[in-house]
């Protein structure tokens, strides 16, 4: 049974306001994921981390940020939402190895008014 | 470039009929190949991946797969659907072991299930 948990489910937030997405999984897994999931879309890869210390951006540019302090914890931060941020966030994680099954937490749904 | 497409948006099957859902992808050498499902309201889940060796792949919940690789296909099947497979499946094509890249997922496709 994957271990992967994001808080909050749902936010509804108004323009400029300072968001924190979290996501922590349980796995042990060294490698994360943050993809942005509009409706009847495909999911984009906005971060990654390969572990501790380890940051990169994705395919899809983002104006957000995250940070890997820990293993098990990989937030997302927005310093300034607008409108266009509303979207699913989906989080998951894997093991390093290529190809390695990754495991999908719940998702956000944002909603910035 | 790489890519992946699943041509089919929207599929809607009676209860008991069969399915197959259809992935195309484009790629520089032979990739890993998945199949996720995606409940309303939850995360991603593995249905299935292929990785070498048999082009018939098994997978949870009664789901199949099989790789063609002269038609760079990857399409799911199951033999007799059943209302809790109404879902948004999705395909995805991931480097193979000694590359580095990220996987590359299709727009999905959203089955709905006739009673």
Known sequence: ?113 | AQSVTQPDIHITVSEGASLELRCNYSYGATPYLFWYVQSPGQGLQLLLKYFSGDTLVQGIKGFEAEFKRSQSSFNLRKPSVHWSDAAEYFCAVGPHWGSQGNLIFGKGTKLSVKP
């Open chain 1, 1 to 113: 049974e994957a271990d992967i948990y994001q808080t909050p489910r749902y936010l509804v937030i108004g323009t400029g306001k300072k968001i924190t997405l979290e996501c922590s999984q349980t796995m042990g897994h060294d490698k994360m994921y943050w993809y942005q999931q509009d409706p009847g879309m495909e999911l984009h890869l906005i971060h990654y981390s390969y572990g501790v210390n380890s940051t990169e951006k994705g395919d899809l540019s983002s104006e957000s940020t995250v940070s890997r302090i820990r293993t098990e914890h990989f937030p997302l931060t927005l310093e300034s939402a607008r409108p266009s941020h509303t979207s699913q966030y989906l989080c998951a994680s894997s093991e390093l190895t290529p190809g390695e099954t990754q495991y999908f937490g719940p998702g956000t749904r944002l909603l910035v008014l």
